[in-house]
């Protein structure tokens, strides 16, 4: 909760559990960077900067129960060109339902608070206009706010954007001091342009998302000064 101060002890706990997170996470993957790594990761804070989410269940009974009636419906309204929605509004509610425990209420890609500072949508990793028979398929969607969700709009790049119900977010992106996404330095050229691919279809370096990223970086740097001047005491 960054809307209050921390207490000394709450501090110390928490920069102490984000440390020791970050070393065992980097020891896991048994990254060595190398001293050119170093030298161009100055300036630079490592943190995890799209959120991780939950393991995805499984289908809920419902989408299970009602998948195929809901494609034909919509497999029908493509048909007819008709501009009615893609799902009813008691579907896309109980979609809702289940996918929002998968992020914490977040959207998947942006982490912004959903339902307080941007609408939920159904975001579909395969576009469902054009994968129309995957529009109810589980495992292709995802949770996400308005603007992420216009933002890529009906495009998927051949299947090489991040997907943080599979990837691991904090291995394919840096979070520089001025809130800006950037790939992250140890990546393949492959995954480089997953990252970058990303970064662009969601438009995650929009100003409002930079300027509270780097908010949240003062905070922490504040806190960790604060925690290490108190253990020196």
């Keep these: 909760d960054f809307g209050r101060e921390l207490e000394p002890t ?3 706990t928490y920069v102490l559990d984000w440390t020791f997170a970050q070393h065992r996470r980097q020891r896991k993957a048994g990254d060595e960077i190398s001293s050119d790594c170093h030298q161009a990761s100055k300036g630079k804070a490592h943190r995890e900067v799209m959120i991780r989410t939950r393991p995805r269940p499984t289908a809920p009974k419902i989408l299970v129960k009602h998948q195929t009636k809901w494609t034909l419906r919509w497999q029908q309204i493509c048909d007819q ?4 929605p893609w799902a009813t509004k008691l579907a896309i509610r109980l ?6 425990p998968m992020s914490h209420g ?6 912004s608070m959903l339902e307080r500072t941007s609408r939920a949508e159904i975001e579909h990793y395969l576009p ?3 994968a129309i028979d995957d529009a109810f398929t589980w495992e292709n969607l995802s949770l996400s706010c308005s603007i992420c969700n216009q933002s890529k709009a009906a495009s998927h790049l051949g299947n090489i954007l991040v997907r943080p119900d599979i990837d691991d977010p904090e291995c394919f992106f ?3 001091f001025e809130g800006e996404l950037e790939p992250h330095p140890l ?3 492959e995954n480089r342009q997953r990252a970058q691919q990303t970064i662009d279809m969601y438009q995650l370096n929009r100003w409002a998302l930079c300027d509270i990223r780097s908010q949240c970086r003062s905070r922490m740097h ?12």
């Excluded at 060109?81 to 009615?84: A, D, G, P």
């Excluded at 979609?95 to 929002?100: G, Q, V």
């Excluded at 806190?223 to 001047?229: E, G, K, N, P, V």
């Design 174 to 176: 840096w979070l520089s």
């Design 95 to 100: 979609i809702r339902e289940h996918l929002a």
């Design 187 to 189: 990546l393949d050229a």
């Design 106 to 111: 977040k959207c998947f890609y942006c982490e």
């Design 10 to 12: 709450e501090r110390r």
């Design 81 to 84: 060109t008709s501009k009615r």
């Design 222 to 233: 504040r806190w960790m000064q604060r925690a290490i001047a108190e253990e020196s005491a």
């Design 128 to 130: 469902k206009s054009t």
